[in-house]
C-alpha cells in the first residue's frame, strides 16, 4: 500500500485525506455518477465504503450532469437533504453548474468530486483555488497525472475509500473494471501511473491476478466457435461472423470444443491446445493483411477478478466492464452497481441486459453497414436515428475495430433518439490511438466548437468533454450541421499538423 501512497502526488493526498475527513464525519450523504462503466463501478465503490461505515445514504446514476439534469439533481438533494454530497466520474467538467445550483443548498455542508476528466478549460493546474469552500475537487488532471491513462473515475472513488478505511483494498478490483470500462490500459498495451499501481495492489492482496493470455472477449465465458465468430478486434478474415468455418478452425487443429455435453471455453484449453489455436489465428491475419503488426497484441495481460465465480463475466475485468456496460447502455446503471456489489439477482437480470446490450449494437452494426457512412473533411460521421445516445459512442468504436469505417481519421456518432426524449443531441467521437499519437484531442475540438457556438448566439447551444480518443457533447438539435461543420475544420487543422 506504501508504493501506491507515493505513487500519489501530496497536493493530490491532501484533498482525499480532507474527502475522507468529511466522508467519516457526515451524517447523511447522497452520491451521483455517470452510467458507464467506470462511473458504475465508481459509485459501487462509494457505496460499499458508505455501507462499511454504517452511514445513511442514498446512490443514484445519471445520465450526465447538464443544464438539463441539473435541475433534476438540485430536486433530489433538497428532499434527500444530505449534508454531503458526491460526485464520482463527473463534476469537473460542470464545475460551473453545481457551484450555482448544489453548493448553497441550504442543508449541504460539503461536496466531493472525484473527476478525471479533463477540466473544461484546460488549465489542469488549478486546485480548488476558485472552488467554494465547501467543494472538494479530486482529479488527476490537476496534480500533473494524466485522468485519460493514470486514473480513472473508479480509481479516483476507491483512493477515497482506501483514505476512509485500508480495509477497503478489495476495491480495488472494481477500480480495476472501471478502468478497463474506459480503456484506460490505452488499448491492450497495459496499465501506467496509479492505475498500475492499484492493479499490483490488487495482485498482492488477492483479489487480482494478471495472466499473459488470448486478449480476445469472451474467454472466459464464449464457448470455443463463438469466441472467434464474434471476433472484432481485430478482425478475422474468413472467421469474424462465419460459424461454420469456426467449427472447422478447431476441429482442423485437433481442439474439442466440448467436454462432454458441456461447451469448452478458452480458459479451459490445455497450454498445447492454446499455442496450436494462437498459431492459427496469426496465419489467418498475415494471410489477409499487409501490416504483420496486426497481429501484434492479441497476447497480452488479461486480468482475472479471482474472488468473482469463474466462468461468469464477473470473473474477468473486460467481461466485467462490458457487463455493467450493458447495464448503463440500457438504461438500467442501477443493475450494474448491485452486480459490482454481489447481489446474484442483479447479476441474472445484468445477463439479460447483455443479451439485449449485444442484439442492439448488431442491430446498430448491420444498419451501418447498409446505410453506410459520410466522409467530411477531417472526420468520419454516422447519423443514425434509431441508434440509442446511450450506445452510439460503443456503436462507432466497434465500426472502426472491425474496419466497417477506416481508422485514418476520427469518427463522429450523432444521435437524435435520446433518453427521456431530450431536445439535445447526443454527439460521440472516437479517435484511433495512432490519431491521438500525432495530435488528435476530440475533447479539444469538441469544447471549442461548444465555446464557439454559445458565444456566437449568446446562449447555451451545447456543452462537451472527454477525452483526447474519446469525447462527447450535447448540442441542440437545431444547431447540430454547424458543430459538426466547426469540428469537421478543427479536426481537419489537427490532422494536418
Given at each position: 500500500?506504501e508504493?501506491?501512497?507515493?505513487?500519489i502526488?501530496?497536493?493530490?493526498?491532501d484533498?482525499?485525506?480532507m474527502?475522507?475527513?468529511?466522508t467519516?464525519?457526515?451524517?447523511?450523504i447522497?452520491?451521483?455518477?455517470h452510467?458507464d462503466a467506470?462511473?458504475?463501478?465508481?459509485l459501487?465503490?462509494?457505496s460499499?465504503?458508505?455501507?462499511?461505515?454504517?452511514?445513511?445514504?442514498?446512490?443514484k446514476?445519471?445520465?450526465?450532469i447538464?443544464?438539463?439534469s441539473?435541475?433534476q439533481i438540485?430536486?433530489?438533494?433538497?428532499k434527500y437533504k444530505p449534508?454531503?454530497?458526491i460526485?464520482?466520474?463527473?463534476?469537473?467538467?460542470?464545475?460551473?453548474?453545481?457551484k450555482?445550483?448544489?453548493?448553497?443548498i441550504?442543508?449541504?455542508?460539503?461536496?466531493i468530486?472525484?473527476?478525471?476528466?479533463?477540466?473544461s478549460?484546460?488549465?489542469t493546474?488549478?486546485i480548488?483555488?476558485f472552488?467554494?469552500?465547501?467543494?472538494?475537487?479530486?482529479?488527476?488532471?490537476?496534480?500533473?497525472?494524466?485522468?485519460?491513462?493514470?486514473?480513472?473515475?473508479?480509481?479516483t472513488?476507491f483512493?477515497?475509500?482506501?483514505s476512509?478505511?485500508?480495509?477497503?483494498?478489495?476495491?480495488s478490483?472494481?477500480a480495476?473494471?472501471?478502468?478497463?470500462?474506459d480503456?484506460?490500459?490505452?488499448?491492450?498495451r497495459g496499465?501506467?501511473?496509479?492505475?498500475?499501481?492499484?492493479?499490483?495492489?490488487?495482485?498482492a492482496t488477492?483479489?487480482?491476478e494478471?495472466?499473459r493470455?488470448?486478449t480476445?472477449f469472451?474467454?472466459?465465458?464464449r464457448?470455443?466457435p463463438y469466441l472467434?465468430?464474434?471476433?472484432?478486434?481485430?478482425?478475422?478474415?474468413?472467421?469474424?461472423g462465419a460459424?461454420?468455418a469456426?467449427?472447422?478452425?478447431?476441429?482442423?487443429r485437433?481442439?474439442q470444443i466440448?467436454?462432454?455435453d458441456?461447451?469448452?471455453?478458452?480458459?479451459?484449453?490445455?497450454p498445447?491446445?492454446?499455442?496450436?489455436?494462437?498459431q492459427?489465428i496469426?496465419?489467418v491475419?498475415?494471410?489477409?493483411?499487409?501490416n504483420?503488426?496486426v497481429?501484434q497484441?492479441?497476447?497480452?495481460d488479461t486480468?482475472v477478478?479471482?474472488?468473482?465465480?469463474?466462468?461468469?463475466?464477473?470473473r474477468?475485468a473486460?467481461?466485467?466492464?462490458?457487463?455493467l456496460?450493458?447495464?448503463?447502455?440500457?438504461r438500467?446503471?442501477?443493475?450494474g452497481?448491485?452486480?459490482?456489489?454481489?447481489?446474484p439477482?442483479?447479476f441474472?437480470e445484468?445477463?439479460?441486459?447483455?443479451?439485449?446490450h449485444?442484439?442492439?449494437l448488431a442491430s446498430?452494426?448491420?444498419r451501418l453497414e447498409d446505410d453506410?457512412?459520410?466522409?467530411?473533411q477531417?472526420?468520419?460521421?454516422?447519423d443514425?436515428?434509431q441508434?440509442p445516445?446511450?450506445i452510439i459512442g460503443i456503436?462507432i468504436?466497434?465500426?472502426?475495430?472491425?474496419m466497417?469505417?477506416p481508422?485514418d481519421?476520427?469518427?463522429?456518432?450523432v444521435s437524435t433518439?435520446?433518453?427521456?426524449?431530450s431536445?439535445?443531441?447526443k454527439l460521440?467521437?472516437?479517435a484511433?490511438?495512432?490519431?491521438?499519437?500525432?495530435?488528435?484531442?476530440l475533447?479539444?475540438?469538441?469544447?471549442?466548437?461548444?465555446?464557439?457556438?454559445?458565444?456566437?448566439n449568446?446562449t447555451?447551444?451545447?456543452?462537451?468533454?472527454g477525452?483526447?480518443?474519446?469525447?462527447g457533447?450535447?448540442?441542440?438539435k437545431?444547431?447540430l450541421?454547424e458543430?459538426?461543420a466547426?469540428?469537421?475544420e478543427i479536426?481537419s487543422?489537427?490532422?494536418?499538423?
Open positions: 500500500m508504493s501506491l501512497y507515493e505513487t502526488p501530496k497536493s493530490m493526498r484533498l482525499l485525506l474527502a475522507a475527513e468529511e467519516r464525519k457526515a451524517n447523511k447522497i452520491a451521483f455518477s452510467i467506470d462511473g458504475i463501478s465508481a459501487a465503490i462509494i460499499i465504503m458508505l455501507e462499511r461505515e454504517e452511514k445513511e445514504f442514498e446512490w446514476n445519471i445520465h450526465q447538464n443544464s438539463e441539473i435541475i438540485k430536486e433530489e438533494i433538497i449534508d454531503l454530497v460526485f464520482s466520474d463527473f463534476g469537473t467538467g460542470q464545475i460551473e453548474l453545481l450555482t445550483h448544489v453548493s448553497d441550504e442543508s449541504v455542508e460539503s461536496i468530486i472525484l473527476d478525471h476528466h479533463l477540466p478549460n484546460n488549465n493546474n488549478t480548488n483555488q472552488e467554494p469552500s465547501n467543494i472538494i475537487e479530486v482529479n488527476p488532471w490537476h496534480h500533473g497525472l494524466s485522468g485519460s491513462y493514470d486514473l480513472s473515475g473508479a480509481g472513488a483512493l477515497l475509500a482506501l476512509v478505511s485500508s480495509s477497503n483494498v478489495d476495491l478490483e472494481l480495476i473494471v472501471g478502468a478497463t470500462g480503456l484506460q490500459d490505452y488499448y491492450g496499465f501506467t501511473g496509479i492505475n498500475k499501481e492499484i492493479l499490483q495492489l490488487g495482485e488477492g483479489y487480482l494478471v495472466v493470455d488470448l480476445f469472451g474467454i472466459h465465458t464457448p470455443l472467434l465468430q464474434y471476433a472484432t478486434d481485430p478482425y478475422l478474415p474468413g472467421l469474424t460459424e461454420e469456426c467449427y472447422t478452425f478447431f476441429q482442423d485437433n481442439i466440448k467436454s462432454g458441456e461447451w469448452r471455453t478458452w480458459v479451459d484449453l490445455e498445447a491446445e492454446k499455442q496450436r489455436a494462437v492459427g496469426i496465419q491475419l498475415l494471410e489477409h493483411y499487409e504483420p503488426s497481429a497484441g492479441i497476447i497480452g486480468i477478478l479471482t474472488q468473482r465465480p469463474p466462468k461468469t463475466e464477473m474477468s473486460m467481461e466485467f466492464s462490458t457487463l456496460n450493458a447495464c448503463g447502455r440500457n438500467r446503471p442501477e443493475v452497481v448491485r452486480v459490482c456489489m454481489r447481489n439477482e442483479a441474472t445484468g445477463t439479460t441486459l447483455l443479451q439485449q449485444r442484439a442492439n446498430a452494426l448491420r453506410g457512412f459520410k466522409e467530411m477531417g472526420m468520419y460521421v454516422v443514425d436515428p441508434t445516445d446511450t456503436v468504436g466497434m465500426a472502426q475495430g472491425s466497417i469505417i481508422i481519421k476520427p469518427v463522429v456518432g433518439n435520446t433518453t427521456e426524449d431536445p439535445l443531441a460521440s467521437g472516437r484511433h490511438k495512432q490519431l491521438v499519437e500525432i495530435g488528435v484531442n475533447k479539444e475540438a469538441f469544447v471549442e466548437v461548444a465555446n464557439t457556438l454559445n458565444q456566437q449568446g447555451l447551444i451545447a456543452e462537451a468533454g477525452h483526447p480518443m474519446a469525447a457533447a450535447f448540442i441542440q437545431s444547431h450541421s458543430f459538426l466547426l469540428a469537421s479536426l487543422q489537427q490532422l494536418e499538423k
